[in-house]
């Protein structure tokens, strides 16, 4: 009886540890920056603005051996002032969002399983100039609700696969704000390890939307690539893959002598990026980049984009560094603009939860032929300008974070 009452009663002090050990930890941070642009919304007559930004960020994780959950969440307000805002509907703008996900961990760090679902509501004119760099008289807010899941396996010491399924809805408040849509994604990647240096990859995805318009449009987007990750020294990389895409449109919508048609058609073009990074030097790292991709906007217009650039990152000691960078982009819509821009940053560890950075950026628009084109199914501009404009920018920002429960409890 007494090896009874022993035996429970050490089963009983083992059980919380073993089948509950749970290790909470806490963190947030605020951010506070101040930025002065000559041209914020990229217009052909330039006028100032003083903006303002608050960010607060959260994130609570729960871990055990074999598992993780994360909840994080975020909010920034946005505020602007000055002769560069006049004929804008809004000056403030508010952009928050929650995000939970459970991650369970296999017998190795290749081996996993996720499922993640998050919520954001944000200033519809704010996402759109955030995506596409375009200002609108646009009012209201939009939803994103997603849910997304995957696998990571390793198939062999040589081989491993990983599976990726996402769905987006996005909506307007007020309903009449914008056309809701449906984005939904899956993605297969297989990796080979062909020797110590060199790994190969071939992916492909699906995309479907569908938009709740009249015609009840459906964009299908097929990319399949293949591609290179090797790594020559401890001081040269490179990363890179290509391949077709192919768009078809079902029900789209064409405007003919004042009557609003259905219509569908297909294109196939090439997709592809690589990027090239180098360590000249301990302390300074050189990375190359060009792409070209084809998908939605944050709204739902489809778009093309090439894009190169550059990045040199020179840490001058352990609580200060520099960066520069240089790049040129291509948006092909109904019509093309194209940019480039540069930018400097210095960064700087005030304390031990303290950092501050000021930047400076210069970004040119060309001109672009014609009149500010919208996209047919969305009804949102896709075109920012017709004329030629640049904006001059100087940002200082402030952040402190916080460790409110560190790991270990």
């Given at each position: 009886?007494?090896?009874t009452?022993?035996?429970?009663?050490?089963?009983?002090?083992?059980?919380?540890?073993?089948?509950?050990?749970v290790?909470w930890s806490?963190?947030?941070?605020?951010?506070?920056?101040?930025?002065?642009n000559?041209?914020?919304?990229?217009?052909?007559?330039?006028?100032?603005?003083?903006?303002?930004y608050?960010?607060?960020?959260?994130?609570?994780?729960?871990?055990?051996?074999?598992?993780k959950?994360?909840?994080d969440?975020?909010?920034?307000?946005?505020?602007?002032?000055?002769?560069?805002?006049d004929?804008?509907?809004?000056?403030?703008?508010?952009?928050y969002?929650?995000?939970?996900?459970?991650?369970?961990?296999?017998?190795?760090?290749?081996?996993?399983e996720?499922?993640e679902?998050?919520?954001?509501?944000?200033?519809?004119?704010?996402?759109?100039?955030?995506?596409?760099?375009?200002?609108?008289?646009?009012?209201?807010?939009l939803?994103r609700?997603?849910?997304?899941?995957?696998?990571d396996?390793s198939?062999?010491?040589?081989?491993?696969?990983?599976?990726?399924?996402?769905?987006?809805?996005t909506?307007?408040?007020?309903?009449?704000?914008?056309i809701?849509f449906?984005?939904?994604?899956?993605?297969g990647?297989?990796?080979?390890?062909?020797n110590?240096?060199?790994?190969?990859?071939a992916?492909?995805?699906?995309e479907?939307l569908?938009?709740?318009n009249?015609?009840?449009?459906?964009?299908?987007?097929?990319?399949?690539?293949?591609?290179?990750?090797?790594?020559?020294?401890?001081?040269?990389?490179f990363?890179g893959?290509?391949?077709?895409?192919y768009?078809?449109?079902?029900?789209?919508?064409?405007?003919?002598?004042?009557?609003?048609?259905?219509?569908?058609?297909?294109?196939?073009?090439?997709?592809?990026?690589?990027?090239?990074?180098?360590?000249?030097?301990?302390?300074?790292?050189l990375?190359?980049?060009a792409?070209?991709?084809i998908?939605?906007?944050?709204?739902?217009?489809l778009?093309?984009?090439?894009?190169i650039?550059?990045?040199?990152?020179?840490i001058?000691?352990?609580?200060?560094?520099?960066?520069?960078?240089?790049?040129?982009?291509?948006?092909?819509s109904?019509?093309?603009?194209?940019?480039?821009?540069?930018?400097?940053?210095?960064s700087?560890?005030l304390?031990?939860d303290?950092?501050?950075q000021v930047?400076?950026?210069?970004?040119?628009r060309?001109?672009?032929?014609?009149?500010?084109?919208?996209?047919?199914?969305?009804?949102?501009?896709?075109v920012?300008g017709?004329?030629?404009?640049s904006?001059?920018?100087?940002?200082l920002?402030?952040?402190r974070?916080?460790?409110?429960?560190?790991?270990?409890?």
């Amino acid at each position: 009886m007494k090896r009874t009452i022993l035996a429970v009663s050490v089963s009983l002090g083992v059980l919380p540890s073993t089948a509950f050990a749970v290790d909470w930890s806490a963190r947030s941070s605020i951010s506070e920056s101040v930025e002065l642009n000559d041209n914020q919304f990229m217009r052909t007559s330039p006028a100032g603005t003083f903006g303002s930004y608050t960010a607060i960020t959260a994130n609570a994780e729960a871990r055990t051996r074999t598992s993780k959950f994360d909840f994080d969440g975020d909010g920034t307000y946005k505020k602007y002032w000055g002769p560069g805002t006049d004929g804008l509907r809004q000056t403030e703008f508010l952009n928050y969002g929650f995000k939970g996900r459970y991650e369970h961990l296999g017998k190795n760090p290749f081996d996993r399983e996720f499922i993640e679902a998050n919520w954001r509501q944000q200033s519809t004119a704010l996402a759109i100039l955030s995506d596409l760099g375009i200002a609108t008289t646009a009012t209201g807010f939009l939803d994103r609700l997603t849910v997304s899941g995957g696998i990571d396996r390793s198939l062999t010491y040589l081989d491993t696969i990983n599976l990726f399924a996402r769905s987006t809805r996005t909506s307007y408040e007020p309903s009449s704000g914008g056309i809701p849509f449906t984005d939904t994604l899956a993605n297969g990647t297989w990796q080979h390890r062909l020797n110590p240096l060199v790994t190969l990859t071939a992916s492909s995805e699906a995309e479907v939307l569908n938009y709740d318009n009249l015609f009840n449009s459906q964009l299908t987007i097929l990319r399949n690539t293949v591609g290179v990750n090797t790594s020559p020294s401890s001081l040269l990389s490179f990363r890179g893959n290509v391949g077709p895409v192919y768009v078809q449109t079902e029900r789209g919508v064409v405007t003919t002598n004042g009557r609003t048609l259905p219509i569908s058609g297909a294109q196939t073009d090439w997709i592809g990026n690589a990027v090239l990074t180098y360590k000249m030097f301990n302390d300074t790292t050189l990375t190359l980049s060009a792409s070209q991709s084809i998908g939605p906007s944050i709204v739902g217009s489809l778009f093309k984009t090439n894009s190169i650039a550059a990045g040199l990152a020179y840490i001058i000691n352990s609580r200060s560094s520099l960066s520069f960078a240089a790049s040129g982009n291509r948006q092909i819509s109904t019509s093309t603009t194209d940019f480039v821009s540069a930018s400097v940053a210095y960064s700087y560890q005030l304390a031990r939860d303290w950092r501050a950075q000021v930047s400076y950026r210069y970004l040119h628009r060309f001109a672009t032929n014609g009149t500010v084109f919208f996209d047919p199914i969305t009804s949102t501009p896709t075109v920012s300008g017709t004329g030629t404009a640049s904006s001059n920018s100087v940002l200082l920002v402030v952040s402190r974070n916080f460790t409110v429960l560190p790991p270990g409890n």
